[in-house]
T-cell receptor, first 111, second 111 residues
Framework: DVKVTQSSRYLVKRTGEKVFLECVQDMDHENMFWYRQDPGLGLRLIYFSYDVKMKEKGDIPEGYSVSREKKERFSLILESASTNQTSMYLC??????????FGPGTRLTVL | EDQVTQSPEALRLQEGESSSLNCSYTVSGLRGLFWYRQDPGKGPEFLFTLYSAGEEKEKERLKATLTKKESFLHITAPKPEDSATYLCAVQAGTGRRALTFGSGTRLQVQP
């Protein structure tokens, strides 16, 4: 069965803190993605990775960075959290095919 | 620029009352169209992938169809447990691996 896990379901951080969101998949997928989801805006792509140590910017990369040191793990980093980064963060993975499988999400609140 | 528009934004049905959700898209060469179901506070759950006009796929009370400009998700005799937000997404044939999502249709099925 397909399995994508995210390190936290809920997270509360303060403005200016460095925040790490972790995602792990057990399907040996090449591609991994980070989206954020906001009411009325849908899912928007932040970054994706198509191989270990490889990454590409998505549609809204500002204020974020990523790390992929191992094939199964993809981390999203908020260098200095701001209140406008309060959102639901969703990780997904896919093989060289197409279907993306999502994790349960992390609800991040920045105070 | 790839675009996905879903309608209606929200739909309330009585149990057993069949209906359809619409997903209109513009994309540079469609590689695939995806339907997901999302329950509140959770990650999207994969339902279907459609690749070419005329293709249909079914799962229980759900049936997805595809034309060159839109896709429909038909719900036959829905039950309260079908209540969720249904998301449509497209992948362009340009080599872009990421999906472009619509804003979703919130479906509520009342007993």
């Amino acid at each position: 069965d397909v399995k994508v896990t995210q390190s936290s379901r809920y997270l509360v951080k303060r403005t200016g803190e460095k925040v790490f969101l972790e995602c792990v998949q057990d399907m040996d997928h090449e591609n991994m993605f980070w989206y954020r989801q906001d009411p009325g805006l849908g899912l928007r792509l932040i970054y994706f990775s198509y191989d270990v140590k490889m990454k590409e910017k998505g549609d809204i990369p500002e204020g974020y960075s990523v790390s992929r040191e191992k094939k199964e793990r993809f981390s999203l980093i908020l260098e200095s959290a701001s209140t406008n980064q309060t959102s639901m963060y969703l990780c997904a993975s896919s093989s060289s095919g197409d279907t993306q499988y999502f994790g349960p999400g992390t609800r991040l609140t920045v105070l | 620029e790839d675009q996905v528009t879903q309608s209606p934004e929200a739909l309330r049905l009585q149990e057993g009352e069949s209906s359809s959700l619409n997903c209109s898209y513009t994309v540079s060469g469609l590689r695939g169209l995806f339907w997901y179901r999302q329950d509140p506070g959770k990650g999207p759950e994969f339902l279907f992938t459609l690749y070419s006009a005329g293709e249909e796929k079914e799962k229980e009370r759900l049936k997805a169809t595809l034309t060159k400009k839109e896709s429909f998700l038909h719900i036959t005799a829905p039950k309260p447990e079908d209540s969720a937000t249904y998301l449509c997404a497209v992948q362009a044939g340009t080599g872009r691996r990421a999906l472009t999502f619509g804003s979703g249709t919130r479906l509520q099925v009342q007993p």
